[in-house]
């Protein structure tokens, strides 16, 4: 008997991002933790090493915040990775050959739950950032697109963390891959000026993805950034953009086309 025609990308995606809440809702501490953790981090470094940093033109605290939203959203990934790598050791992909379903819509519905997390996440930590003495000095406006290059970013590290993911294979390598996300994290511009930098890391720093987002959400809320003549700081709205669209333009095909081997065999 011939299987029915699939309802469609979109439907499938539907059902299969129910299938992810469903998990999310069963396990509660991980969700808490992916919370907890980095306004935890923001307390940290506010409070034990801001006394001690300064910032021209503002406090460390409008100069941190934006930096530790671009870090979170770096933050989680390895949740969605290891849980995409514990479905296909599973079979989970065995059981998905036998359904009439479009197969791209299992990896869209994943970058969907992490979305809607990250966006929950981020939300936490806006709060926390008011709550600690950060203030964004723009309208409304700029503060929505900043928040929009901080999700737009989290979007382009899910699809390089999702091909990571697959081409890993297990749930134990991805944990080392993981580990790569913190020398990219710590050489930028997220907790100082890549200026106190050797001046070959500096400039490596300067154009991280992360110090682009950064800069830029920092001068889209009106908060004090790193002094640079750089071409990447002086360009740093048009490198958060850019960055992430080259990032996705490899990414998601890359990702696809792994999941559609792993689907043949």
Same mark, same amino acid.
């Given at each position: ?7 469609? %990308? ?5 059902i ?16 808490? +933790?992916? $919370? ?6 923001l ?11 300064a ?5 460390y ?15 989680? !990934?390895?949740? +969605?990775?290891?849980? $995409? +790598? ?19 819509s299992?990896l869209?519905? #994943?970058?969907?739950?992490?979305m @809607?997390?990250?966006a929950?996440?981020? $939300? *936490?930590?806006?709060?926390?950032g %008011?709550? =600690? ?6 309208? /409304?406006v ?6 929009g290059? %901080? !999700?737009?970013?989290r ?15 297990? /749930?134990?390598? =991805?944990?080392? @891959?993981?580990?790569l *996300? ?9 907790? +100082?000026? /890549? ?8 400039? @490596?720093?300067?154009?991280? /993805? ?26 740093? $709205? !048009? %490198?958060?953009?850019?960055?992430? *669209?080259?990032? !996705?333009? =490899? ?9 559609? #081997?792993?689907?043949d065999?």
């Amino acid at each position: 008997m011939t299987a029915p025609a699939s309802p469609g %990308l979109v439907t499938d995606t539907l059902i299969m991002t129910r299938r992810g809440f469903a998990h999310w809702a069963r396990r509660p501490g991980a969700v808490a +933790t992916e $919370l907890i953790f980095p306004v935890m981090m923001l307390v940290m470094f506010v409070y034990f090493l801001g006394g001690g940093l300064a910032v021209e033109g503002g406090d460390y605290e409008d100069f941190l915040v934006p930096g530790i939203l671009a870090l979170t959203m770096a933050f989680g !990934l390895e949740g +969605t990775m290891v849980a $995409l +790598t514990q479905d296909v050791e599973r079979g989970l992909l065995d059981r998905f050959r036998s359904l009439p379903i479009v197969p791209s819509s299992f990896l869209v519905a #994943r970058s969907v739950i992490d979305m @809607i997390s990250s966006a929950a996440s981020l $939300l *936490v930590m806006l709060v926390a950032g %008011l709550l =600690v003495g950060w203030r964004w000095h723009e309208g /409304p406006v700029s503060a929505l697109a900043a928040v929009g290059l %901080l !999700l737009l970013l989290r979007l382009a590290m899910l699809w390089a963390g999702i091909w990571l993911g697959l081409l890993a294979g297990r /749930p134990e390598l =991805v944990q080392t @891959i993981q580990i790569l *996300v913190w020398p990219v994290a710590f050489l930028s511009s997220v907790f +100082t000026s /890549p200026s106190t930098m050797p001046g070959w890391l500096g400039a @490596i720093a300067e154009w991280n /993805p992360m110090s682009a987002t950064a800069a830029a959400v920092r001068d889209l809320f009106g908060n004090p950034s790193w002094a640079s003549d750089a071409w990447a700081a002086d360009h740093a $709205l !048009l %490198l958060a953009v850019a960055w992430p *669209v080259l990032l !996705l333009a =490899v990414f998601v095909p890359l990702a696809l086309h792994r999941w559609a #081997r792993l689907s043949d065999h």
